[in-house]
């Protein structure tokens, strides 16, 4: 059984930065895509980005494609996303989670583990 810690969420001014990272322990993700989804307040859950098993291609919603970079590091089971100027808009639950194939996709139900989420909150 995958387990998935998300960190480094908190609270930022908008046009400010932050790193995420999610560590998988528990079972193998390197022959799986790994993905970010996330929840803001009243909302549905969303699909942001994603890479595929190799690290070798990615996918962005158009919202933060040009700010937003998702890498890998297959050697650390673990997932970045790099948040660039950050809008008020991105402000919700970010969760990772880890793809039953090699190719990413967006959709949530191709998606077998899943972190607990981590806050991030952006001021205007």
């Known amino acids: 059984q995958v387990q998935l810690v998300e960190s480094g969420g908190g609270l930022v001014q908008a046009g400010g930065s932050l790193r995420l990272s999610c560590a998988a322990s528990?079972?193998?993700?390197?022959?799986?895509?790994m993905g970010w989804f996330r929840r803001a307040p009243g909302r549905q859950r969303e699909f942001v980005t994603a890479v595929t098993a190799s690290g070798g291609a990615t996918d962005y919603i158009a919202s933060v494609k040009g700010r937003f970079s998702i890498s890998r590091d297959n050697a650390k089971s673990t997932v970045f996303l790099q948040m660039n100027s950050l809008k008020p808009e991105d402000t919700a639950v970010y969760y990772c989670a880890v793809g039953r194939y090699a190719g990413s996709t967006r959709t949530e139900s191709a998606y077998d583990y899943w972190g607990q989420g981590t806050q991030v909150t952006v001021s205007s």
């Open positions: 528990g079972g193998t993700v390197r022959s799986r895509a």
